[in-house]
């Protein structure tokens, strides 16, 4: 199957319902209401820094797409929608246009529609196995380029690989890897998962390579739902896809995880579906949070600006509500955990 079809396929995919699986656990938390929160809700600042860049809310755009006219156009959209709203962007995975530099500019308008605000570029862990030392090398520094970006981000996808029916589940040497990439990238990486969360001990052995860890937990977006749709031919991919969808670590619990053995930027990912979400996981421990999918879907309908404003009203009530005048001060506020997630911090003897 084309790559280009198959690009096509994961953005009408992940706009449909079945590629929505399981919670993220952020009913989970509960943010405790301040009846006296002393502050005006025109004082609440949402300004921050995305890795040291100022930027005007603690969220952004997630890792989509790229690599096909339709693709192209959404990149567009939501670049300009990020310039708009001084918020970061990052792309979808580069490598199609590394491969096929004729469609390199289904990135290059992220750089021309949102000049101003932190760009993010993206390849993926099978690309980091296959590729040799210099070629590797070479990949990251085009994939900046082309996009003029303030970071890269690299994405662990296995469990997305294994069942997806041109998939590459090769992780061999990644560790090892991604310090050549952050070399070559002479600017911070990010290290993402895609839907199914990171654990505490991936996190430590991160430490000291990443410069971010972006969760992209279990909760949101399911990539094997996703290519368990897809997949026609082959009955065992499918029913791996079936069994599997269920696989991964809650959101809200990754980022306990990661927190608990991590001292890096930490972003927040997966199943985030509106700014009260994105409060919860910035006092759960993370610095920064993006959304993905609800934002392909209102781009895909014309709505996107809509849904921003809407992100930013919510992540703004939230924080007056408790009291928090700025996103350092949310990260404090009191909170009551649910039977769930209690035990899973008491089992994994994490601290959040
Ligand atoms: C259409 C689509 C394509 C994606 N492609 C990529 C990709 O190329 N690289 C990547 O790192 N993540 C990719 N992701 C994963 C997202 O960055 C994110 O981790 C995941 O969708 C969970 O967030 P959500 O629940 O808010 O959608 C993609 C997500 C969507 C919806």
Same mark, same amino acid.
């Given at each position: 199957?084309?790559?280009?079809?198959?690009?096509?396929?994961?953005?009408?995919?992940?706009?449909?319902?079945?590629?929505?699986?399981?919670?993220?656990?952020?009913?989970?938390?509960?943010?405790?209401?301040?009846?006296?929160?002393?502050?005006?809700?025109?004082?609440?600042?949402?300004?921050?820094?995305?890795?040291?860049?100022?930027?005007?809310?603690?969220?952004?755009?997630?890792?989509?797409?790229?690599?096909?006219?339709?693709?192209?156009?959404?990149?567009?959209?939501?670049?300009?929608?990020?310039?708009?709203?001084?918020?970061?962007?990052?792309? *979808?995975?580069?490598?199609?246009?590394? $491969?096929?530099? =004729?469609?390199?500019? !289904?990135? %290059?308008?992220?750089? #021309?529609?949102?000049?101003?605000?932190?760009?993010?570029?993206?390849?993926?862990?099978?690309?980091?196995?296959?590729?040799?030392?210099?070629?590797?090398?070479?990949?990251?520094?085009?994939?900046?380029?082309?996009?003029?970006?303030?970071?890269?981000?690299?994405?662990?996808?296995?469990?997305?690989?294994?069942?997806?029916?041109?998939?590459?589940?090769?992780?061999?040497?990644?560790?090892?890897?991604?310090?050549?990439?952050?070399?070559?990238?002479?600017?911070?990486?990010?290290?993402?998962?895609?839907?199914?969360?990171?654990?505490?001990?991936?996190?430590?052995?991160?430490?000291?390579?990443?410069?971010?860890?972006?969760?992209? *937990?279990?909760?949101?977006?399911?990539? $094997?739902?996703? =290519?368990?749709?897809? !997949?026609? %031919?082959?009955?065992? #991919?499918?029913?791996?896809?079936?069994?599997?969808?269920?696989?991964?670590?809650?959101?809200?619990?990754?980022?306990?995880?990661?927190?608990?053995?991590?001292?890096?930027?930490?972003?927040?990912?997966?199943?985030?579906?509106?700014?009260?979400?994105?409060?919860?996981?910035?006092?759960?421990?993370?610095?920064?949070?993006?959304?993905?999918?609800?934002?392909?879907?209102?781009?895909?309908?014309?709505?996107?600006?809509?849904?921003?404003?809407?992100?930013?009203?919510?992540?703004?009530?939230?924080?007056?509500?408790?009291?928090?005048?700025?996103?350092?001060?949310?990260?404090?506020?009191?909170?009551?955990?649910?039977?769930?997630?209690?035990?899973?911090?008491?089992?994994?003897?994490?601290?959040?």
């Amino acid at each position: 199957m084309g790559i280009d079809k198959r690009k096509d396929d994961h953005i009408y995919l992940a706009s449909s319902e079945l590629s929505q699986i399981g919670s993220a656990w952020f009913e989970e938390v509960i943010l405790i209401h301040n009846a006296l929160p002393e502050i005006d809700f025109s004082e609440v600042d949402l300004t921050t820094r995305f890795l040291g860049a100022p930027v005007k809310a603690p969220f952004g755009i997630g890792a989509m797409t790229g690599g096909t006219e339709l693709a192209g156009k959404i990149n567009a959209e939501l670049a300009k929608a990020a310039e708009e709203f001084g918020i970061p962007i990052y792309v *979808g995975s580069q490598r199609i246009a590394l $491969v096929k530099p =004729e469609v390199k500019w !289904t990135f %290059e308008v992220v750089k #021309q529609n949102a000049p101003h605000v932190p760009k993010v570029a993206n390849l993926g862990a099978p690309q980091l196995a296959e590729l040799g030392e210099r070629e590797l090398e070479e990949w990251v520094v085009q994939a900046i380029d082309m996009i003029d970006a303030y970071a890269i981000a690299i994405h662990l996808n296995a469990a997305q690989e294994v069942v997806q029916p041109e998939g590459e589940p090769r992780f061999k040497g990644v560790l090892e890897k991604l310090k050549i990439v952050k070399r070559a990238a002479g600017r911070p990486l990010i290290v993402k998962e895609t839907g199914n969360g990171i654990s505490k001990e991936v996190a430590a052995r991160l430490s000291g390579i990443a410069d971010a860890i972006d969760v992209g *937990g279990f909760g949101g977006t399911s990539f $094997v739902a996703i =290519e368990g749709a897809r !997949t026609k %031919e082959s009955p065992l #991919q499918k029913r791996l896809a079936e069994t599997y969808k269920w696989w991964g670590i809650p959101t809200a619990a990754s980022i306990c995880e990661v927190k608990s053995a991590y001292a890096g930027y930490l972003i927040a990912s997966g199943g985030i579906r509106s700014g009260l979400d994105g409060a919860k996981a910035i006092a759960l421990g993370a610095n920064f949070f993006t959304m993905s999918q609800p934002l392909l879907k209102a781009a895909l309908d014309g709505r996107l600006r809509e849904e921003i404003a809407m992100i930013i009203a919510e992540l703004k009530t939230a924080m007056f509500l408790t009291g928090a005048r700025t996103v350092q001060e949310l990260a404090l506020v009191p909170r009551v955990y649910g039977p769930r997630l209690r035990n899973w911090i008491e089992q994994r003897r994490l601290t959040c």
